[in-house]
């Protein structure tokens, strides 16, 4: 949609003579306050912190704030062109939802909620392996609307072939790999709270439902929920994995391939040599690695390596429209969004999904005319200049 950010302006400032009481916020920072009201410890911090002391999650945010816009004037910035192009397919924005697991400890709505809000305002769910709801059920949810699959690759061969034929036939139309998380991490907080969801039976949604797993079973997981559970602790990562390994997804599915958690260039190098469609930028919004790069210094790294030959996308850190500005500014095609839904989930639910991606596209269209950009397209480095920290 042409000049979509002045037109949600518009809409907002025509209710101030009858505001709203029940109105959501606009500003990040009291999402995250609402949302902190509202959860209860175990499931705020699940999503909030990061592994041990949070210095990747600063890291994130940092990165963004060394690199500086610099507008340009008399662009004739007055009809703008958000969309973009990935894999044959032309989507309305450089958003994507990010993958997130065990979104039914967040609110209600959970995953169903998240894909709903997606749909609604045109921006691709990417659904997670580890939500609480099957996949078929989510794109059942989300009818035409473009979605992708998130996948975390398991020890058993056979559920992860599953895993690919379910959402090939389920209608996802890409495949995300998650690389950067073979185990979990050590997180502080986690620990501090003794809140792991999925021993709670949230999060495995897709494995109860899935007969490759179900079939190592000795009794079906309505049985013995807590074996089937504990089955899933014993298969869910895999550490062993080689970039060789890689040949194994494409045998069984057609679907590109992208991979999620590529930092270093010669990792970027790698993907490329062993024939993946697409590279996400990502260090898990800070959840993994301690004391790692930030995601946004990575990107030119990378970008650099691909040189255009596959799409880059990237996440972790993005907060407003000019974070997004930045990223496509340093190379990405697209930027996949995270923690700001989780707190629009936890105060609203699928409205506030919703609410919180109405408004970043908003501050996106907005600031890119603003900077003199018509098009995100083409969005450079021109724009931008690096300051010291």
Same mark, same amino acid.
């Given at each position: ?25 606009? #500003? ?15 499931? &705020?911090? &699940?999503?909030?912190?990061?592994? %041990? ?31 973009? !192009? ?17 979104? %039914? ?19 691709? &769910? ?41 959402? !090939? ?6 495949? #995300? ?16 709270? $003794? &809140?792991?969801?999925? $021993? ?43 970039? %060789? ?53 990575? $990107?030119?790294? #990378?970008?650099? #390596? ?9 996440? %972790? ?37 919703? !609410? ?34």
């Amino acid at each position: 949609m042409s000049n979509f950010g002045n037109k949600v302006q518009f809409s907002v400032y025509q209710t101030m003579t009858n505001p709203d009481p029940e109105r959501l916020p606009v #500003v990040y920072e009291e999402w995250e306050k609402r949302a902190r009201d509202i959860l209860k410890d175990g499931p &705020y911090y &699940y999503v909030a912190a990061g592994a %041990s002391g949070g210095k990747t999650m600063k890291a994130n945010l940092q990165a963004f704030d060394s690199w500086k816009i610099v507008p340009r004037m008399l662009r004739d910035v007055e009809n703008r062109d958000t969309t973009i !192009e990935l894999f044959g397919q032309t989507y309305n924005y450089p958003l994507l939802h990010a993958p997130i697991g065990v979104q %039914s400890i967040i609110h209600e709505d959970g995953d169903l909620g998240s894909a709903r809000a997606c749909a609604a305002i045109g921006v691709p &769910y990417i659904a997670s392996s580890a939500s609480t709801v099957p996949m078929e059920k989510i794109a059942e949810a989300m009818g035409d609307a473009p979605k992708w699959f998130q996948l975390y690759w398991s020890k058993d061969p056979e559920v992860t072939a599953s895993f690919l034929k379910r959402a !090939e036939a389920s209608g996802y139309s890409a495949i #995300v790999v998650t690389l950067d998380t073979p185990m979990m991490a050590w997180r502080e907080y986690d620990l501090k709270n $003794l &809140y792991l969801p999925f $021993l709670m039976g949230e999060g495995v949604g897709n494995y109860l439902t899935d007969p490759a797993f179900c079939s190592k079973l000795e009794k079906s997981p309505k049985e013995d929920p807590n074996a089937a559970i504990m089955h899933w602790a014993k298969v869910f990562g895999n550490a062993a994995l080689t970039w %060789s390994d890689l040949s194994f997804l494409r045998e069984h599915t057609t679907l590109p391939i992208l991979v999620k958690g590529i930092m270093h260039p010669e990792d970027a190098k790698l993907a490329l040599e062993h024939g993946v469609d697409g590279i996400i930028v990502s260090n898990h919004g800070g959840r993994q690695v301690d004391g790692a790069l930030g995601a946004l210094d990575a $990107l030119p790294l #990378v970008c650099e #390596v691909i040189n255009n030959q596959i799409p880059v996308l990237m996440d %972790s850190g993005i907060r407003r429209g000019s974070d997004v500005i930045k990223a496509l500014a340093l190379g990405a095609k697209a930027v996949l969004v995270g923690r700001p839904c989780m707190y629009g989930l936890a105060v609203a639910g699928e409205r506030g999904v919703k !609410e919180v991606l109405r408004n970043l596209i908003a501050d996106m269209d907005i600031t890119m005319a603003l900077s003199g950009e018509k098009s995100v397209r083409e969005i450079n480095k021109s724009i931008l200049m690096e300051s010291k920290r």
